[in-house]
């Protein structure tokens, strides 16, 4: 087991990836902490909302009442809006951010300084921040800007041994993506996006996961990790 004695903070971990990763990382052999704003599977089960500054604190210290310190910090709790930028209302645009950005600040903020043996962060971005895609104006926006934190904080936090890198997701069977892939045409249409012929699943992207955060990527800090059948390596079509 790669991961034995080691505390993981996991976000979003009640659905899809997150939860797939929170099950590989106890797997193996790490204590888990789900954090979401619904109750998870994990070891210690954690409920709030990742855009309460104070809700992300108290969970963040619970965690470590209960784990110890934290060593791993998997931040996947995020939101989709399919809409071009004329569409979006304020609202939606600010809760948006909020989830996908400002949820990943407060989590990684309150969990740094219980990382004190170092550790490794893994953010979860999108292939959307590698390769425009239509009607995806502020969930893009917010995944490209992760791959920017990512790489900012990377260099922040190297003297202090904690790897930061994110991961880039193709199109994933989840809850979330669930009603894109429910006409067969349209899942069709999404698959041939993907050259080696089939969606993600989250089982793909744990693995992923596992890797950046464990010692097999020691020297691994500041990517941004396409996991997406080769969605971001261009255009699939024969031509
Ligand atoms: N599924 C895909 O195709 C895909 C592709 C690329 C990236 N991603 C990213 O992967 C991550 C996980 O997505 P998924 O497909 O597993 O979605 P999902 O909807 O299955 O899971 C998201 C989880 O986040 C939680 N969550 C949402 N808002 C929250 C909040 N404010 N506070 C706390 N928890 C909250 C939900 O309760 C849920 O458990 C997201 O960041 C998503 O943007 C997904």
Redesign the pocket.
């Known amino acids: 087991m790669k991961l034995s004695g080691k505390s993981a903070l996991v ?10 990763i929170a099950a590989a990382l106890a797997r193996e052999g790490a204590r888990v902490a789900g ?4 109750p ?1 599977a994990c070891e210690v089960s954690l409920q ?4 309460g500054d104070s809700a992300v604190a108290a969970a963040v210290e619970e965690a470590v009442r209960r784990l110890g310190r934290i060593d791993i910090l998997s ?6 809006i399919r809409k071009p930028l004329d569409e979006l209302t304020a609202g939606e645009w600010d809760r948006v951010m ?3 950005l400002r ?1 990943v600040f407060l989590v990684s903020k309150y969990s740094l300084p219980h990382m004190p043996r170092g550790g490794a962060i893994v953010h ?5 921040a590698l390769m425009g895609t239509r009607n995806r104006a502020v ?1 893009a926006a917010t ?1 490209g800007a992760l791959v920017s934190l990512t790489r900012n904080m990377a260099l922040d936090y190297a003297q202090r041994g904690i790897r930061v890198n994110c991961i ?10 669930v009603n894109l892939f429910s006409d067969p045409e349209r899942e069709a249409a999404f698959t041939a996006l993907h050259p080696l012929g089939r ?2 699943e ?1 089982e793909d ?1 744990a693995r992923a996961a596992v890797f950046l955060a464990s010692d097999d990527a020691a020297w691994i800090t500041g990517v941004a990790l396409p996991v997406d059948g080769g969605y971001s390596a261009g255009h699939a079509a024969d031509i």
């Open positions: 976000t979003g971990a009640a659905s899809g990836i997150g939860a797939a954090l979401d704003v619904n998870s709030a909302d990742v855009t931040a996947n709790a995020g939101i989709a909020a989830v996908n949820g979860m971005a999108s292939c959307v969930y995944k880039c997701p193709g199109f994933t069977r989840t809850p979330l993506t969606l993600g989250s992207v």
